[in-house]
């Protein structure tokens, strides 16, 4: 009895530590420690005592304000665009979901600076759009709505991507249920796919807005670093590191506080998820 028991929770010990190689934890904790000791280095650099007083600069609040402003902007954006792109994609044939999705992924994998160059050629004055906005009075590059629209060209996959994988994993059974007891196609979006995909739909928004706050390639390039009007806290801490505008105390205490941004999004993600339907 004693044998079955060792050998149960032996068994149970192997499924779950798996058979990996004790001698890949050595790469494993190096490449824990890359991750963790710049953030800690960060941390240590922190001026606790001039903390408030660096957060509540004026500067700050303005790059603060401007960065969740136009953060909010863009989230909403992504919402109102995203949710119809998702559904879209999910409910597509195979062929004509992966084209898409490939499309939709392409953000994630283009170097910001790149796509703010790709919107100043799309909007700038010199292109052919450009030029008819500007003939009604319509500038963008460089202003507050430059912002917005380069935060959501690189937000906005992850809504789409998150609400998309939701969709796919509630299927349709129950849309089609719906149907079957004869309710319309907007009460079925709205009570029966929303609501079951709800967690990926928040969890999506969540993402979004962090990455729209904390976008700095395609919003330098498109958007300009104009204090108060396209200044925000990641052009406002590349300023600083530059002998320009905020101070560096007060630039590492934005770092702080978008590190801690971070932090609660992930945190937050991890409740919803682990609140999903299985």
């Known amino acids: 009895m004693q044998a079955t028991v060792g050998l149960g929770a032996g068994t149970d010990r192997g499924e779950r530590e798996g058979f ?32 408030w007083r660096d957060v509540t600069s004026p500067e700050a609040l303005s790059a603060l304000g401007l960065s969740l402003a136009t953060g909010a902007v863009a989230t909403l954006a992504c919402i109102v665009l995203g949710v119809p792109l998702a559904l879209l994609i999910a409910r597509s044939r195979v062929r004509t979901a992966a084209v898409l999705r490939a499309i939709v992924t392409v953000p994630l994998v283009l170097p910001p600076m790149v796509g703010g160059v790709a919107m100043l050629f799309l909007l700038g004055r010199t292109s052919p759009l450009g030029g008819a906005l500007a003939e009604f009075g319509i500038r963008i590059p460089f202003t507050t709505a430059a912002v917005v629209l380069a935060q959501t060209f690189v937000a906005l996959p992850f809504l789409v991507l998150a609400l998309e994988g939701s969709l796919r994993a509630t299927g349709v059974g129950y849309e089609q249920a719906a149907a079957g007891l004869g309710a319309g196609r907007w009460t079925i979006l709205l009570r029966v796919t929303l609501p079951l995909a709800a967690p990926g739909l928040i969890a999506g928004i969540v993402l979004c807005f962090a990455r729209a706050i ?62 999903a339907p299985r």
């Open 214 to 275: 904390g976008e700095f390639g395609a919003t330098a390039l498109f958007a300009g670093n104009a204090p108060g009007v396209t200044q925000t806290m990641p052009l406002a801490i590349y300023t600083a590191f530059n002998g320009a505008g905020v101070s560096q105390g007060t630039a590492v205490a934005l770092s702080l506080l978008l590190l801690v941004t971070a932090i609660g999004v992930l945190l937050l993600v991890r409740a919803w998820r682990a609140e």
């Open 20 to 51: 990996v190689p004790r001698v890949l934890a050595v790469p494993a904790v190096v490449g824990l420690a890359l991750l963790v000791l710049p953030l800690g280095a960060l941390v240590a650099r922190v001026e606790w005592a001039t903390l």
